[in-house]
């Protein structure tokens, strides 16, 4: 089987001492994974050491980063390295999320950037993709998603690509309350995945884990994750409840 996540992003939430608190309350829930089970928590900057220690012993559990560099060094003020990320144990970076997008102007060749430097200090990337309302209002979603992937990714030989976890965004789904309906994931899901299989081939396609990433909560959860081609949720508001997020983790393939 795929492996399966639950990837939790807090974005700028939490002080120091709830992150400690509501990682502390999750680990207490005692939730054992499958070999094929992961549970990952993409916290900001100042917590990553702390969490990095909390979950090292946690079979399955582990900390990511919300973002890295797309320069590998030098006089960029402000900036987090893949390297620095490296040197303090970090094994994964959500790269290319909607609102890094949006508000930071990310685009699609410095996020290129930014997944090679992962693979380089062996942090596996969690790359976003998503369209937002307008774009799926007049049906060009897949062709958007398309093009996200064609020119931030599918440069990358097939070693490196079976090394990234995917994570579709219907951009129109976070923060809103809406959720796409299962069959709209799926849908988008199994696109994801045949584009790989165009590119590459069938075998790789079906290693590559693809989370959701819109508005996940305990309530929707299981039924999402159990669609043939969700492996899983990056999940935002809901991962800030230890209840909610240990709920999700349970509801994981």
Request: aromatic residues 8%; contains cysteine.
């Amino acid at each position: 089987m795929r492996q399966q996540i639950a990837a939790a992003n807090w974005k700028m939430n939490l002080t120091y001492q709830q992150g400690e608190q509501l990682l502390d309350a999750i680990l207490k829930e005692a939730i054992e994974l499958k070999e094929h089970q992961k549970a990952v928590f993409a916290v900001p900057y100042p917590y990553l050491i702390m969490a990095a220690q909390k979950l090292k012993d946690k079979k399955g559990y582990a900390a990511s980063a919300q973002n890295c560099s797309d320069q590998k060094a030098g006089a960029y003020t402000g900036e987090v390295s893949a390297e620095m990320l490296k040197s303090i144990n970090i094994h994964y970076c959500v790269v290319g999320h909607s609102e890094r997008r949006e508000y930071f102007s990310e685009r699609n060749l410095s996020l290129a950037g930014k997944v090679t430097l992962c693979l380089e200090n062996g942090i596996t990337p969690i790359f976003c993709c998503g369209e937002t309302l307008s774009i799926r209002e007049v049906g060009a979603q897949e062709g958007f998603v398309e093009t996200q992937l064609m020119e931030s990714l599918f440069h990358f030989p097939e070693s490196e690509i079976r090394k990234m976890v995917i994570a579709y965004e219907p951009i129109w789904a976070i923060g809103t309350g809406k959720t796409a309906t299962v069959a709209q994931a799926q849908e988008m899901h199994a696109h994801i995945r045949k584009l790989f299989a165009g590119k590459y081939n069938q075998a790789t396609a079906e290693h590559i884990p693809i989370l959701y990433g819109g508005s996940v909560k305990a309530a929707n959860a299981k039924e999402l994750f159990h669609s043939p081609d969700v492996d899983g949720g990056l999940v935002g508001g809901a991962s800030l409840n230890a209840t909610e997020f240990a709920s999700i983790i349970r509801s994981l393939k």
